[in-house]
């Protein structure tokens, strides 16, 4: 007879989370199938084979339709279209791990993410892979009914992945896109119960109902919240009704199941049980419920056979994925249990019990230890204990302080680092108390304590160098010299200090003062490395670049492995451009050094200004694994998150960011600047007003304030922003651009004329320039736009930004031969000019020129993943009448760009005149709720007439 615990349903919680997909063999394909396709593989081939794996799937033909995919990838293996469709096809089969290699395929090849988000994401999630959804699935870019259901997505992925507070943002996020959607509250249903709130889970549930009534899910968690509420009857009337709409909603069928057996209404729970088998007969959950009616019955045969498939589906899961899932947890441990195996049940059950050592002493050096191989983590969680068991100590205060001071948390670090300084009156506390004190924006007091500590030990060179580096920053250079002339004075033989003393030659703009500084150090020591690194500077700065490779070499000759040396030698290539060396070089110093971000962060920029944002992400990530509370690592992770696209991981690690930044000006406004990118202007001003404590009078936080007032919508405290700026800064350049930024954004364009204008007269900058004919073409003046750049272009004959605008201006006024001449000139001087190539290629498109496919084809050769580029070629080789070949571009640009409504509309148009009327239509209703130039077109409203979609 199986035990009695077996039979307590009650509180179990098997009822409220699911495998996800069954989980299916891949469709087979034959050999003959396989090698069906001729050798000769073209597009045109390609694209036949697509048309007919179309209507296979269209028509539910899912095998078919794989193989005639398979075959349209062999003959053009960059086919997008192909590519998404064989992944919907295979997971409609039940194939989760082809679906998801085809989609991946297609996403590497290019697809719009959007095309593949939803699906992509819950294949992962059902492959117990929720970080997989995190890293790989954002939401930002996406269009807003689709950002929902990605929201939503990912904070059941933070639900599996133990980050609740992760997952109550991505709800709330969701919530703020639409909040009539009835998803995020059935996904945050399940996480209110669990944590026992009860009452907030019913109101979700509620209102989930009220939004969607039809919903099979929604009424699956109403009924969740009234079994939780021990109201039986309700519940059941619930679930009832949960499987009316949906009979295969696997969550709600086990769980009626479940409260059926507690009710004993057993032969009903059979019947749901038996249903189950049918499409999840894999189900753990279902197989411990047929265990316990076995056992009801006596039948210990059956309940033997039902435990084991338990424990034999169960054990073969990945145990981190499993780790999540209490309910399978709890289904294993008490299987194990009914079979008798008591260890592995304990395995399933057991939490680890972490023992500290008693001795005070002990743990003091051991937090030591551990902060000085910058395990901050564990050397804080140490001291924390140690301050509540000797609270007055002040040692552990100062070690508690600096450890503070070094994560950058200077509120915590310099109330800690004034009570210790207090009780002993240390330099070296001192020191560390001014350190922390400028952390926290308190200027004046940090650079007392500092003199306090430099005066009462000369030979502090840590304060000593922290002073001289500080009246450096306040523009201070005699008293900066004089500091580092004190300490050579304090210790002649100190190599550190005369290069040091160098170094401040150098800032100070006395280069050939710190060149004789580090030569003196190396003549006391030909092998120190910092002044060798010094002199290599130096001579980067005057490209002089084979002296400093022969210096670097030298060094190299002695470790292969010093990682400054080779951080160096990166920087170095870098700046003689030549990229592939510098990644090498710095890829290296990453990898052997283990306590400086310097060499990955040069790395990601790197990657960056190559446009290789894959490689910088993954950089990023994998920097900030080891190095998580950095300011500088935390940055470069939401610039790399940006330039690739995705806005709200920026967001979050911005959060982080401003609070690492404490009030450092400089560092909060490039937070700020950033915050802006990724459309949280709030963010933003929380930044800036870090940074005005930091400096009240800091021009460039004035300056950003009043941008962010003006994107906050805030048209009062954008005026008085910039009252402030010029009361303070009454000349400054930043002053100019300000209140033409703002009176740009305010669409005031003859404001912002004159305000650029100023700005251009005082710094002649390309960016200045072509700020000015932007306003100057919002406010309807091309003609002086295009004869303003044609004026800058004579007398900068050097700025290429400036001769593609002037290109683009006279194409958009309709100069049209005279936009030709300018586009020729361009592409004189740089031939693989892939944006200027495409843009010629449409005008010469317009003057019904027959080269135009000749230079389209050669933009996207030169950039192939590019969606406007095979737009242009796609329509061009359309108004060929090559509508095939045609179709495949567009369909590509669609795929790669599908909130573009120009493109849609090509696409509609080359479908319908390949008679696909329904698919064009599709297309055409699309790129009318999208914007794009095509709306002013005779052609859109033919085409509109002609698929029957005028009154739509």
Do not use: C
């Amino acid at each position: 007879m199986m035990h009695p615990k077996l039979l307590k349903l009650s509180g179990l919680g098997l009822i409220r989370q699911g495998l996800g997909f069954a989980l299916r063999a891949s469709v087979a394909v034959t050999l003959t199938a396989a090698l069906s396709a001729i050798a000769e593989a073209t597009p045109e081939k390609a694209a036949s084979y697509y048309e007919d794996a179309l209507r296979k799937y269209e028509n539910n033909e899912m095998p078919a339709a794989v193989i005639q995919l398979k075959n349209a990838i062999q003959q053009d293996q960059k086919m997008l279209a192909a590519h998404l469709l064989l992944g919907k096809a295979l997971l409609k089969n039940g194939d989760l791990k082809g679906a998801e290699a085809a989609f991946e395929e297609a996403l590497k090849q290019g697809v719009n993410r959007g095309e593949v988000a939803l699906p992509l994401g819950q294949i992962y999630l059902a492959l117990g892979r929720p970080e997989a959804v995190i890293e790989k699935i954002p939401a930002s870019g996406l269009p807003p009914a689709l950002q929902v259901e990605v929201l939503t997505m990912r904070g059941n992925a933070y639900l599996e992945s133990g980050k609740s507070s992760l997952a109550v943002q991505s709800f709330e996020n969701a919530k703020a896109i639409d909040p009539k959607s009835p998803l995020p509250l059935i996904a945050e249903v399940p996480m209110l119960l669990a944590a026992g709130r009860l009452d907030q889970a019913r109101e979700k549930a509620n209102k989930a109902v009220e939004l969607a009534p039809n919903n099979g899910s929604a009424w699956n968690i109403k009924a969740s919240v009234l079994h939780a509420s021990f109201d039986a009857n309700g519940a059941l009337a619930a679930y009832d009704k949960a499987l009316t709409l949906a009979p295969k909603h696997v969550d709600a069928r086990i769980a009626r199941a479940a409260l059926l057996i507690d009710l004993k209404r057993n032969a009903d729970a059979q019947k749901d049980l038996d249903y189950l088998k049918t499409f999840a007969e894999d189900e753990p959950r279902a197989a411990y419920l047929r265990a316990v009616l076995a056992s009801l019955h006596g039948d210990a045969n059956a309940t033997n056979a039902a435990l084991k498939e338990v424990t034999r589906t169960v054990d073969s899961l990945p145990p981190a994925w499993l780790a999540r899932r209490e309910q399978l947890l709890m289904a294993a441990a008490l299987a194990h249990y009914g079979l008798g195996s008591h260890e592995k049940a304990r395995e399933y059950l057991d939490a680890l019990i972490a023992r500290s050592p008693s001795n005070l002493g002990a743990k003091k050096l051991l937090a030591s230890i551990y902060a000085d191989a910058k395990d901050y983590g564990r050397a804080q969680t140490l001291l924390e204990s140690l301050q509540r068991a000797t609270p007055d100590d002040p040692q552990v205060m100062y070690l508690l302080g600096t450890v503070n001071l070094a994560q950058r948390r200077y509120a915590q670090a310099t109330d800690l680092l004034e009570k210790a300084a207090t009780r002993t009156g240390s330099p070296d506390m001192n020191r560390s108390l001014g350190l922390s004190q400028l952390g926290l924006g308190q200027a004046e007091k940090g650079l007392a304590s500092l003199e306090k500590a430099f005066s009462a030990n000369p030979a502090d060179f840590r304060a000593g160098m922290a002073l001289a580096t500080l009246y450096m920053r306040q523009a201070k250079k005699d008293k900066a010299m004089k500091t580092a002339e004190a300490m050579v004075k304090q210790d002649s033989a100190n190599l550190t200090a005369l290069n040091f003393l160098g170094t401040i030659k150098g800032a100070s703009g006395d280069k050939a003062g710190a060149r004789s500084a580090y030569l003196q150090v190396l003549a006391k020591d030909a092998a120190f490395a910092p002044s060798v690194l010094n002199l290599v500077r130096l001579d980067i700065g005057e490209k002089r670049f084979d002296e400093a490779r022969r210096r670097l070499d030298a060094l190299l000759k002695k470790d292969s492995n010093d990682y400054q040396v080779l951080f160096e030698y990166g920087l170095l290539e870098q700046r003689a451009e030549r990229p592939a060396e510098a990644i090498r070089h710095l890829t290296k110093a990453g990898d052997v050094q283990r306590t400086d971000p310097g060499p990955t962060l040069a790395l990601i920029d790197l990657y960056l200004n190559q446009r290789q944002g894959e490689q910088a992400l993954k950089a990023a990530k994998a920097l900030v694994s080891k190095f998580s509370t950095s300011l500088r690592v935390q940055q470069a992770l939401a610039r790399t998150y940006l330039a690739t696209g995705d806005a709200v991981n920026a967001r979050n690690v911005l959060t982080t960011a401003t609070r690492l930044a404490e009030f450092d000006p400089k560092a909060q406004v490039s937070i700020a600047r950033m915050q802006l990118a990724a459309a949280n202007p709030n963010g933003a001003a929380y930044s800036v007003s870090k940074a005005l404590q930091g400096n009240p009078d800091d021009v460039a936080a004035l300056a950003l304030a009043v941008q962010v007032e003006a994107r906050r919508g805030d048209s009062g405290k954008a005026d008085v922003a910039l009252r402030t700026l010029t009361s303070k800064h009454p000349n400054d350049v930043e002053t100019i651009r300000a209140g033409a930024e703002l009176a740009m954004m305010r669409g005031q364009y003859q404001a912002a004329v004159t305000g650029y204008r100023k700005l251009v007269a005082r710094e002649e900058t390309s960016g200045n320039a072509l700020a000015l004919v932007d306003a100057q073409t919002r406010a309807g003046e091309s003609g002086k736009a295009s004869a303003f750049l044609e004026a800058w272009v004579k007398t900068h004959p050097e700025d290429q930004r400036a001769q593609k605008a002037l290109a683009d201006i006279l194409f958009r006024v309709g100069q049209l031969p005279v936009a030709k001449q300018a586009y020729q000139k361009l592409l004189a001087a740089n031939p693989d000019d892939a944006v200027s190539l495409n843009n010629y290629a449409n005008l010469l498109l317009q003057m019904n020129d027959p080269s135009a496919q000749q230079v389209a084809e050669k933009a996207i050769n030169l950039s192939p993943n590019h969606p406007a580029y095979a737009d242009t070629l796609g329509w061009i080789l359309v108004h060929k009448e090559q509508l095939e070949t045609g179709l495949r571009y567009l369909r590509e640009a669609r795929l790669r760009s599908p909130e573009n409504g120009d493109i849609r509309f090509h696409l509609a148009y080359a479908l319908a005149k390949a008679g696909r009327r329904d698919e064009a239509k599709e297309e055409l209703r699309a790129a009318i709720a999208s914007s794009g130039e095509f709306k002013g077109t005779a052609l859109f409203g033919q085409l509109r007439r002609e698929l029957g979609v005028v009154n739509e």
